[in-house]
């Protein structure tokens, strides 16, 4: 019989309150079919089995209040289910240290706490509420650019034993060294980067390699992405960016048998533009050559909730990194990582990671 499952959160931003919201959207309605998960059901464990029993962030108006308030603050916008109707969640917020996690464009909307303590300070005070709530796995939605603060916690969940899902592309899980250590201490970790239901890696990923598996030529493709939320405004900090499109254009080029030259690829985050909120504009074209070097091209556009994207995909992931810890199983969970994640230690093609998958929470 599966349990519960104890989920610690870091950055309680959009994507939580869409992850949240939405479990407590299918729990008002019983009879929807719930979307974008691998089953109802992965080794037992469904998606009202989850307790976020604590949460991390730096924000002033999220430190301090209960899980079900801090998802409705600003800068936040998801507003699916009423924040009247949502149900008290005993888990409360607590606070994280900034290090790298605030960037220029989006401090003034963040209002970081002004906090007197030390960074060991507030371990040690992580440490305990880890203790203390029981969390087994840390959940991280921090802003991209986080190297330091990732760094931080996936160190957190090494000294405490806790596994580590990371949904950013600071990366922990295909990091050789930090996957080593997870590696030595059992404990499992998921990353890096989280890969949406439909969004604009998995349809350029899918379509590069339709080109590539009919035998075109690929010569050059694009990947342009705009949206309105702090995500997007925060990735207007070039600096920030670096690990993110190396994780995005990654996940296409390996889906080619031969590499495009680096100039002939361009995937990244492009552009804040404020009214869109959390829809995601991708615009993407891929050019290449057919029979008699005949030239074809290719142009898409995907519009959607960004939120919506990833939610699903993270409850997947925090179930398999249960059914890992159940079965004492620790590092990367290459399966999870590769269908789940851009950029995961090990790359394989989406229909085989899925089968991965399978097989793993079949325990074959
Ligand atoms: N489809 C998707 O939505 C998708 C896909 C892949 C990756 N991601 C990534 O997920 C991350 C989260 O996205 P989001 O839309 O929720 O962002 P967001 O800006 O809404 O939320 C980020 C949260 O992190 C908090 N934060 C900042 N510094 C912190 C620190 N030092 N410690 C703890 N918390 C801190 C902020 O206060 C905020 O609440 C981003 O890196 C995004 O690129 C999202």
């Known amino acids: 019989m599966a349990g519960r499952i104890k989920v610690g959160l870091v950055g309680i931003g959009n994507c939580f309150s869409g992850l949240i919201q939405g479990i407590e959207y299918y729990r008002q309605n019983p009879s929807q079919q719930v979307t974008g998960i691998i089953h109802d059901k992965l080794a037992g464990y469904g998606i009202h089995d989850i307790d976020f029993v604590c949460g991390f962030d730096v924000g002033e ?4 209040k209960s899980i079900n308030e801090a998802i409705y603050e600003y800068p936040n916008m998801v507003n699916w289910i009423p924040k009247e109707s949502m149900p008290k969640i005993n888990g409360k917020v607590y606070e994280s240290p900034v290090l790298d996690g605030v960037g220029l464009w989006v401090e003034n909307r963040v209002k970081p706490i002004k906090s007197i303590k030390t960074t060991e300070q507030i371990a040690e005070e992580i440490k305990k509420v880890i203790k203390d709530t029981g969390a087994e796995i840390i959940v991280s939605y921090l802003p991209v650019g986080s190297d330091k603060v990732t760094e931080f916690w996936a160190q957190i969940c090494l000294d405490m ?20 250590k997870f590696k030595e201490k059992n404990i499992p970790c998921i990353g890096d980067d989280i890969k949406g239901q439909v969004g604009a890696t998995i349809v350029h990923r899918t379509l590069a390699k339709l080109c590539n598996d009919r035998g075109t030529k690929i010569e050059k493709t694009y990947q342009i992405n705009v949206g309105g939320n702090t995500d997007f405004l925060n990735m207007k900090e070039q600096d920030r960016l670096i690990s993110k499109k190396i994780s ?4 296409v080029q390996s889906q080619l048998d031969e590499r495009l030259d680096d100039d002939q690829i361009y995937v990244g985050p492009s552009d804040f533009i404020p009214f869109l909120g959390n829809t995601k504009l991708m615009f993407m074209r891929i050019e290449g050559r057919q029979w008699a070097n005949i030239p074809y091209n290719m142009e898409v556009r995907l519009e959607v909730d960004d939120k919506a994207n990833s939610a ?11 059914i890992a810890l159940d079965r004492g199983i620790g590092g990367p969970i290459k399966p999870a990582s590769a269908y789940l994640m ?3 230690i090990e790359q394989t093609s989406d229909v085989a990671a899925k089968a991965a998958c399978e097989k793993f929470v079949a325990g074959t």
């Not at 034993?161 to 080593?180: G, L, M, Q, Y």
């Not at 995005?248 to 996940?251: F, M, N």
């Open 342 to 344: 851009k950029h995961p």
């Open 248 to 251: 995005k254009t990654e996940s």
């Open 161 to 180: 034993n806790t596994a580590f899902v990371n949904c950013i592309p600071s990366f922990i899980a295909s990091d050789e060294k930090w996957a080593k």
């Open 61 to 64: 108006n999220k430190v301090g």
């Open 312 to 322: 699903g995909i993270v409850i997947d992931a925090i179930r398999l990194a249960k």
